[in-house]
């Protein structure tokens, strides 16, 4: 009897003790839960919060963070009204939003260079983004996901150069995303995607692409982190952590992207299906967040911000009714 | 006059419950906005002419999609309340059609149909459908066996039944199903936008939210379709209240 | 007082109404098991402008003869035929039902309903010239020139509207009538359209005792105004012995014609006399003989 008892209360302590999370080496002060949305739906270019997590640079930084999805409506109103922490937005929603009143503050750049690029089939009209060039598109069909968001905004300000509008072209909206295959099946002559995604997917269906980015004609900010005023009031300790810890996990996977991308799959699994054309994509991210620095520091480019402020004003996006500065908050000091 | 009034009150009643309960929860305009707020970005949206260019293509939707799916539901209702036979064969697709999620089903529509109006008619005829063909169906089965006796000793052919004795008996019933047609319609209409249109108070809805960012605007639309809603509801009572004796 | 059953009508003497023969009939309904046999080897002559009254234990099938005669049910076996015109169809206008409950179109006005007959059989825009067999109003051509169709059945039916007393009553619906103004209203139109043969399944079994003697009083004064062939399903012995020419007494289910009771007393009846109360006594007897025996010695004798 008292050996069966003895036995039960190892067995007992011993599933318990299995049960128990693996502790970290150095169990200190409790982690701060933290919130965090991410636009959309799981993917590879997420890679440095999913590394942030696993490799503990979050928790590092006091941080236990976890990751939702949202599309960008939902995201910049729960960032706003502080039931969530931190979301990753487009710079020229973060306008539009806070220029609708969603107290949201953008506090560090994720990618320095704007992703969004107009991609038509190579061989097409040569000579660059000149405005005669862009001129020339009057009457085109154009595919582009819907008329919001960061692809729109860019591809008004390209048309914009070429002194056109909306109204000179053809607008075919793909609410699914998949403008690609409007490309390919030729229902479009051009269509609007993310340098690091669109062109690599159309190259593995056969097709190759000439790009139109938007420093070359109308310069807009990137995506980047962005905080509700509330929580950048009461704590910037934290918004800074967060970001630090952010573009410390950036900087290790553009030295190793492979490291980003086992992270991605550890939190994305399906992302393994595909592993060759994931990594080329996160390849063409990585170079997207450096821009033209060696690694990415999340700093906030000012002019950037203003020359796109002051498009976005010219398109009527905004009415600037709320000035830049009220936009941004660099939290990372020093780059 | 006083359904008039009554009707007011109640509108004034819900107006300053949703006041108070924007104050009381301490909500932000941008999460729900207090009906002054909407009411003023209502104000600047007929103003700036966007409101009816969305409004007058949804409403030629709603109207042509309820046309369409009340006359074919309604044809079919006569067929499955007439006989047991085609109900057996039917019922099971149409039942089918019903439990599938139509926002599933839409964007597909959308695309076989050319992704035009006709796609969004269709798309809205299809959510409208399933409620009136039942009610008719019910409504014909409901005849009364010894009018229908009746009618077949003075001679009446079974098309003269139909039209004299079950159409009319099943006319109530087929109100009810009506009713609840027409306010499908309008959700069938926003549905049919959402998956592919570039105009309309559900593209409103998406454009506002998401591009702009502007929840008044939001709520605007919503408030613009559920006028609709209650406008056109209001019309099928009036129409029942003509045509069918009380 | 017998009723002449005959009318001049141009020199010709002809029947009021028209005779109903039926020989060796069986009715068999399918059912989801054994089919139901409602009438067997029922064989009855019915005398042209007679006043027929069928009486018989519950079941027994009268309600489905009624229908054989009306054409609504075509019989398993035997035949049917209202003299040589041969097998009754339902709407001809040969033949009008007046059933137990007075089926009135809940949504239309009592004149419309009186005329819905009419609006089966399209009345044309051409004369209207009544030529039937037993029709009062053969010898004279009715013209309705320039009017709709419409208007002219909406013309019969106030006439006979008047016939039976609800001259008032055109305008309003059947649920604003009591029960006896819609018994009315349900004899009106099975009159419309003047049938030779006029078949009531219990026509005032659901009126109080009163008001349905004055009832029966008022069918027979409309019987011998305009003579025609009527038989009438009862459960009533009384109302057997007050109308009948003849009373043919049925047998229970499968149904056949047990007895016929001939009548022959003058109109109208007394509601109690010596005579009266032998036919009455006579009906009760045979009626004993086919209800079912447990249940004999609860009818009085």
Known sequence: MRLRRFTTAILVLGLLAACTPAASPTPSASLRPVKLLLGFQPDVQFAPFYLAQQA????????????????????????????????????????ISRTAGIPIKYVATLYDQFPVALILPAGGPSGGPTPAFLAKLAGKRIGTPGKYGSSWHALLAVL????????????????????????????????TGFRNNEPLRLAARGMQVDLITVEQVAPLPGPGMIVGDALLSSDPAIVKAFAAATVRAQATISANPQQGL??????????????????????????????????????????????????????????GSVPLDEMTRQVLTGG | MKRLAAALVSLAAFLVAWKVLTVLTGTPDYILPAPEVVG????????????????????????????????????VGVALGKSVVVERVLSPYIVAAQSVPILALAPLLDIWFGGGLLARVLICALIVFFPIAIATMVGIRSADPLLAEMLRSLGASPSQLTARLEIPSALPVIFGGLRVGVTLAVIGAVVAEWAGASTGLGVLINIANQGLFDTPLMFVALATLAVIGISLHSLVVVAERRLVLR | MTIEATVQTGGVTMPAGLPVRLSAVRVSFPTAGEPLEALRGLTLDIPAGSLTVVIGPNGCGKSTLLRVIAGLVAPTSGSVALDDEGVPRAGDGRVGLAFQQPRLVPWLTVLDNVALPLTFKLVSRLPLVAVRPGSKTTDVARTFPHRTPADVARTLAREALDRVGLAEAAGVRPAQLSGGMAQRAGLARALITDPPVLLLDEPFSALDALTREGFDGELQ?????????????????????????????????????????????????????????????????????????????????
Do not use: C
């Not at chain 1, 979050?58 to 979301?87: C, H, M, N, P, W």
């Not at chain 1, 911000?305 to 976005?312: H, K, L, P």
């Open chain 1, 56 to 95: 503990g640079y979050y928790a590092d930084a006091g941080l236990d963070v976890t990751i939702e999805y949202k599309s960008d409506a939902d995201l910049a109103r729960l960032v706003g009204d502080g039931q969530a922490q931190f979301g990753v937005m487009d710079a020229t929603d973060v306008m």
């Open chain 1, 160 to 191: 914009a150069v070429g002194g056109l509008t909306a109204a000179d072209v053809t607008i075919r909206e793909y609410p699914q995303f998949n403008q690609t295959d409007g490309l390919l099946n030729g229902d479009v002559d051009l269509i």
């Open chain 1, 262 to 319: 086992d992270a991605a799959i550890v939190a994305v699994p399906t992302i393994a299906s595909d592993r060759t054309t994931a990594l080329a994509v996160l390849t063409a991210t990585i170079e997207l967040w450096r821009g033209s620095a060696d690694a990415p520091t999340g700093a906030i480019d000012q002019n950037i911000w203003a020359q796109g402020y002051a498009t976005m004003r010219k398109l009527g996006f905004v009415d």
């Open chain 3, 221 to 301: 004064r409309l019987w011998m105004d305009q003579p025609r062939t009527v038989v009438l399903v009862t459960h009533s012995v009384g109302e057997a012995v007050r109308m009948a020419d003849r009373i043919v007494v049925m047998t229970a289910r499968p149904g056949s014609v047990a007895r016929v009771i001939p009548v022959d007393l003058p109109r109208p009846r007394p509601a109690a006399s010596q005579a009266t109360a032998a036919i009455d006594a006579e009906v009760r007897a045979a009626l004993a003989e086919v209800h079912p025996a447990e249940l004999s010695s609860w009818t009085d004798r």
């Open chain 2, 40 to 75: 003023a970005r209502a104000v600047r949206a007929i103003g700036s002419g966007i409101l009816w260019e969305h409004t007058a293509v949804t409403l030629s939707e709603i109207l042509l999609g309820f046309a369409l799916g009340a006359a074919s539901a309604i044809g």
